[in-house]
């Protein structure tokens, strides 16, 4: 489905897209203030853009620099091109070490490789760990936000949910006793576990080592017990300096949640004794992406979420109606860079307000990367034909001025005299909750023409009156209640 | 001085008393503007579907349209940042007459506070205000400060319209939120379009807004469409037909 | 296959890198953030996070503090790593599987420096045989010597060495979540709650 049809479905229950919108916002609000209290907020949001580009112009010394430094400090490094070499490579390990129960902490790579449904295929227990994963895995659904996987859900549905796999008591919806249940239910796969997986929010070249960012604990208990710890990273995940991390350190939480710094910033820079860690290094298209001068910056990203709680469409469409595994504004880019068949929808879910671009802690320039993708989509011939149609033939009379004036009159005319059912007709897309503006006897340059004309005549150098004629025939014609 | 006016073409065909509203408030602050005839629309709403193609001859009329004046002035800040921020892609690089047009491109406000150097502005407007903050004027043009970006500027608009006597401005508990129009965006995303334009007037509604401006047009257009369905008692208008009202 | 991979992957990066861009400076002097009073900062972010900050002259006075809080009172099995702050209840030689800390209650260990602005405090491994003790205890206490406050996460960088150990961590009060419906739980998988002593005269 097109993300339209699917957004129309979640506004429907207009409750419910006012609750996720109020939610999100009130995040959003949270990391304005907390960004209000650093005085030197725009100057780090520079500055984690500068390291950004120069890491990327400069990736690959980056990466041989980080697999050296890593291998020295017992770190095993792999490499994958594909999503799949990345699950198979994983399965591999787990296998190797004799794993059945795996716990997982939050990893955009891992939901973007669909490791989940291929170690389970192959009979391993896969265990979300973060609190929010754990309830849209017990559900079965997909996170509908990389930060907030499980904000579109209400509590009551989580009393449901928990009430069915976790024993919980019926009706119960109080989020600490929800949370509570959880963190028992989890304890026990945490200490049962084979292995733990996590993600990578930074990896370090000069050190060769890594940072995992959890507010619940969950990514450190998860790898702290077990004797394999296997962490997966894109290759953009890379900072030169370990100095680096100061600042974005600094910018993630705040852009995030609206909190100082996420409860625990862990920075792994080997192996416990007596037990094996492992990253994997993963392609899966960030290198075409590298190549595109529109589209690299946005390999500058996070995953801090900011621009998804900023984002007017998609507070009230839903992360699901993006039907991605990144969804919002820079979800809109990643997707179709990749896939633009299946997501061709997705750069126009967007009115280019640019509010995502100005939260961006690392300054992707996300709505005009949205702009440029749509021309991408009209040049692979992916727009519907409908709209590419309408828009040749609006070009075609915009740029003849005579055509332009007479298809104006025509308009004008029709709408002042065509009945009211045939221009409020089902096809009639703006009309649906919208009046259309009402049709004015004359345009623009036909009143200017004849003020001047006037004006020539009388002689007068004076502003003349003719203006306001103007404004005040439109005082009783189109205010409110006039419909 | 030699200056254009720049009218968008849904504001000749739809809005001409906001027009006519420009060249009243330029004349009172002493600019005689011209109003080249062979103008039509800049071209955002091809460019903002992916059209570029289709674009570009919209973009390559309005420079020669435009060349030759000293400003081109536009109460309108989307079709002014098309033309700013969004031409170079249709010229070849260094390409003198297109850089001097698009430099020379303003945003009504702009021209008057920047230009002019508007500073005092004698007239009455009793009203209780609410300015909706267009986005391509405030995160393209920067006209104002968003509520993102922890740089503080002037906001132009609001400052003009503060020198009225007797006006009084909404509170607002979203300051800068889009109205959900976005062109093409209002048709294809007609839930999220509306949804979003609801939200703007409740918040408008809530503040006690009378008078609800803007500094672009297509906005307003889609809030008034939504207004009206919904007859409700808010008087709709752009910051130039304030401007003109009160001062004239 | 892994070799093979690597170098595709390199050769790939390598087809159009973007034009070479300096990469900022960033002394840790500044111009970043600095509070009059870089403690108080502290304890108001800490607690605004859940955790709560213990002013005391020596670590003995930590350890009383103690002897006055139910949470470590109650706490069946304790185990601290700081000399004379609170007795340890096991003998963490004897513990090779760190399974077997799943019932730790309350743990005491060591924090290198604090960090003003967001309450984080430095921790790593060093002479701690688990890590886990970090996470798997019902509730925590870090000590830190009240000197080893910084301004800032750029001060806080340049004052430890990031690589020194296999694991360290800033740790910013007591593990939490929000993941329904926004609603703050203290408590999410590690400690349900922190205690930061700043220790006036550190002898160690």
Known sequence: MSHPALAQQFTSDRTRAEWHDRSLWFVREKRDRMAHGVPEWELLREHASAIKLHTMSQLPHYLEQFEKNAAARGIIVHWAETADDHNRIVYEILQRHGVRRVVKSKSMLTEECHLNPFLEKRGMEVVDTDLGERIVQLRQEAPSHIVLPAIHIRKEEVGECFHEHLGTEKGASDPNY??????????????????????????????????????????????????????????????????????????????????????????????????????????????????????????????????????????????????????????????????????????????????????????????????????????????????????????????????????????????????????????????????????????????????????????????????REGSKSREGSQTGGQA | MKVALFVPCYVDQFYPQVGMSTVAVLEHFGVQVEFPEAQTCCGQPMANSGCMPEARPLAHKFIDVFDGYDYVVAPSGSCVSMVRHHYEEFFEHGDVRSARVRRNTMELSEFLTKVLGVKTIFGSFPHRVGIHQSCHGLRELRLSSSSEVMTGRDDLLKDLLSQLEGISFSKLSRNDECCGFGGTFAVAEEAVSCMMGDDRIADHKAAGTTVLTAGDMSCLMHLDGLIRRQKLNIRVMHFAEILSEAIC | MS?????????????????????????????????????????????????????VATVREAGEYLESDDRWVKATVRWSAVEGLGQSTIDMNAIPDPHELENVDFAVLRGGLGVAENAAVWVTDEGLRHRVLFFIPQHLALAIPARRIVHNMHEAYAAVQVSRQAFSCFISGPSKTADIEQSLVIGAHGARSLIVFLVEEWEH
């Open chain 1, 178 to 467: 929800l949370t509570e249940a959880a963190r028992n239910h989890l304890r026990e796969r945490f200490c049962k576990a084979d292995a733990g997986i996590t993600g990578v929010n930074f990896a370090i070249a000069e050190t060769g080592g890594f940072v995992v960012c959890t507010n619940e604990g969950n990514a450190d208990l998860g790898v702290s017990l077990p004797k394999l710890h296997i962490a997966c990273m894109g290759i953009e995940k890379l900072l030169p300096r370990a100095s680096d991390l100061a600042v974005f350190l600094r910018l993630l939480a705040r852009s995030a949640t609206g909190q100082p710094i996420t409860t625990y910033s862990s920075h792994f820079h080997g192996p416990r004794e007596g037990c094996e860690l492992h990253v994997v290094l993963v392609d899966n298209g960030r290198s075409s992406i590298l190549q595109s001068p529109d589209f690299r910056r946005s390999l500058n990203c996070i995953r801090c979420g900011a621009c998804m709680n900023t984002c007017p469409v998609y507070r009230r469409s839903g992360g699901h109606s993006y039907e991605t595994t990144v969804p919002g504004p820079i979800g809109s880019i990643l997707a179709p860079v990749r896939e633009p068949e299946k997501h061709s929808s997705l750069p126009f879910a967007c009115t280019l307000c640019g509010s995502c671009t100005d939260v961006c802690p690392v300054k992707i320039d996300l709505h005009h990367q949205l702009l440029a993708m749509r021309g991408h989509i009209d040049a692979k011939h992916l727009l519907p034909v409908s709209k590419k149609l309408s828009m040749k033939l609006v070009s075609a009379v915009l740029s003849r001025t005579w055509l332009y004036n007479t298809m104006g009159w025509l308009a004008r005319v029709s709408l002042k005299w065509a009945p009211r059912f045939a221009v409020y007709n089902p096809l009639n897309g703006w009309g649906r909750q919208r009046e259309l503006p009402i049709p004015p006897s004359a345009t623009f340059r036909q009143m200017f023409a004849q003020r001047r004309a006037g004006r020539k005549s009388a002689e007068s150098g004076a502003a003349a009156p003719v203006a």
């Open chain 3, 3 to 55: 070799n093979s991979a690597r170098n595709a992957i390199l050769a790939k990066l390598r087809v159009a890198l973007p034009e070479s861009s300096a990469l900022p400076q960033l002394p840790a002097e500044g111009p970043w953030q600095k509070f009059e009073d870089p403690v108080r900062r502290f304890q108001e972010v800490l607690e605004g996070v859940g955790g709560k900050l213990v002013r």
